[in-house]
């Protein structure tokens, strides 16, 4: 693909942050954090699976599909992890938290990017099915983090963690 293409072909991805993210920032604020994170850890299961199903002759349309699949978790795991963050903090801690957050996704970032590229480093040059074959890895660690944002999404946003959160902001009040 041109670069052009290639970037077009990403474009369901930032279409879909945009348009659901707000909704769903909406949402976490009057209902809580759980569903986004669970449908985010799906969504992302889900991209993981439809990756594994690629290959180098797949169509631009089955391509685009697990695209999707990444859209809806990158709109729906941001909103909670940053409310979720400031929520539990004093109001004059709340930009503190909000930016160790972002810090903590940069990162994440970063080091998911590394990792990917370390996998699939050795199968860029060959392309085609080796490339395909030695991304399944990528795939399979995507798949895993999906299952996790499921995990944390059902065991941070239940009574035992809204319990330690309000002991982590009690702690905080008598600081300041």
């Not at 769903?24 to 994170?37: D, Q, S």
């Not at 503190?96 to 590394?114: E, K, L, M, N, P």
């Amino acid at each position: 693909m041109s670069p052009l293409h290639a970037g077009l072909s990403m474009l369901p991805v930032g279409v879909l942050v945009a348009a659901l993210s707000p909704a769903v920032g909406r949402f976490v604020g009057t209902r809580g954090p759980r569903l986004p994170l669970l449908v985010a850890g799906s969504a992302l299961v889900l991209g993981g699976c439809m990756s594994l199903l690629l290959g180098s002759s797949t169509p631009l349309p089955g391509v685009l599909a697990s695209f999707l699949a990444f859209g809806v978790f990158l709109a729906c795991v941001n909103p909670p992890i940053t409310n979720t963050a400031v929520a539990g903090m004093p109001r004059a801690m709340a930009g503190v938290a909000a930016s160790v957050v972002s810090t903590g996704r940069q990162v994440g970032v970063t080091i998911g990017v590394a990792i990917s590229g370390t996998i699939v480093g050795s199968a860029v040059g060959r392309g085609g099915p080796a490339f395909v074959r030695t991304a399944h890895g990528v795939w399979w660690l995507v798949l895993g983090l999906g299952v996790g944002i499921v995990a944390l999404g059902l065991l941070g946003t239940g009574r035992w963690a809204s319990r330690t959160a309000t002991r982590a902001a009690e702690s905080f009040e008598t600081l300041s």
